[in-house]
């Protein structure tokens, strides 16, 4: 593809959904690795494409530490789903 505009007209979708998704394959390699290996439901829901964006703002340091506490909490709300139930 040209430009994000093409690939968003191919794709059907706004041209700054096309440059955050561009951006989050910037994460930090450590980042992207744990999401490709941890496929649990509680990762898959609690990494939305703005939680990551969020890291994608950020120092590769920063993105990292950031994540580690992200990952804790993504573990927290799943211990209290787990606990009390749907």
Same mark, same amino acid.
């Given at each position: 593809? $040209?430009?994000? %505009?093409?690939?968003?007209? *191919?794709?059907?979708?706004?041209?700054? !959904?096309? #440059?955050?998704?561009?951006? +989050?394959?910037?994460?930090?390699?450590?980042?992207?690795?744990?999401? $490709?290996?941890? %496929?649990?439901?509680?990762? *898959?829901?609690?990494?939305?494409?703005? !939680?990551? #964006?969020?890291?994608?703002? +950020?120092?590769?340091?920063?993105?990292?530490?950031?994540?580690?506490?992200?990952?804790?909490?993504?573990?927290?709300?799943?211990?209290?789903?787990?606990?009390?139930?749907?």
């Amino acid at each position: 593809m $040209r430009s994000f %505009r093409a690939l968003s007209l *191919l794709l059907g979708v706004p041209v700054n !959904r096309v #440059g955050r998704c561009i951006k +989050l394959l910037e994460l930090p390699e450590p980042i992207k690795a744990f999401l $490709r290996q941890h %496929r649990e439901p509680k990762y *898959l829901r609690y990494f939305s494409e703005r !939680r990551l #964006g969020e890291l994608a703002r +950020l120092d590769a340091r920063s993105a990292w530490r950031r994540f580690q506490a992200m990952v804790r909490e993504a573990d927290q709300e799943a211990g209290i789903w787990q606990n009390n139930g749907p």
